[in-house]
């Protein structure tokens, strides 16, 4: 069974950083590509950001695009999404995401195989 472990959420001012992290199994972060979604009080959830297993690709939505890196530790089985210049239209549940082919299941906006729990980025004005 795939789990993934979430955290590094919290309260940041407008233009201020915050970097989730997104823990999994050796065994998963060796196979599968993996990213982030989040959903908005009263909205669907979105794409976010992913990256592929092997690392070499990346993929990010156009309204983070300048301001969010992902980027993967093999070292430490985890992916990280650093947020920066944070705008109060970013507050969400992040949710991180596994599937072996995120990048091309998120280009056809298909969802995800696996979800981890959230965490909560709140940014105020």
């Known amino acids: 069974q795939v789990q993934l472990v979430a955290s590094g959420g919290g309260l940041v001012q407008a233009g201020g950083s915050l970097r989730l992290s997104c823990a999994t199994s050796?065994?998963?972060?060796?196979?599968?590509?993996m990213g982030w979604f989040r959903q908005a009080p009263g909205k669907e959830r979105q794409f976010v950001a992913a990256?592929?297993?092997?690392?070499?690709?990346?993929l990010y939505a156009d309204s983070v695009k300048g301001r969010f890196t992902i980027s993967r530790d093999s070292s430490k089985n985890t992916v990280y999404l650093q947020m920066n210049s944070l705008k109060p239209e970013d507050t969400a549940v992040y949710y991180c995401?596994?599937?072996?082919?995120?990048?091309?299941?998120?280009?056809?906006?298909?969802?995800?195989?696996?979800w981890g729990q959230g965490t909560v980025v709140t940014v105020s004005s």
């Open positions: 050796e065994r998963t972060f060796s196979s599968y590509s």
């Open positions: 990256i592929s297993w092997r690392g070499g690709n990346t």
């Open positions: 995401v596994a599937d072996p082919q995120l990048l091309l299941k998120t280009r056809g906006k298909r969802p995800p195989e696996v």
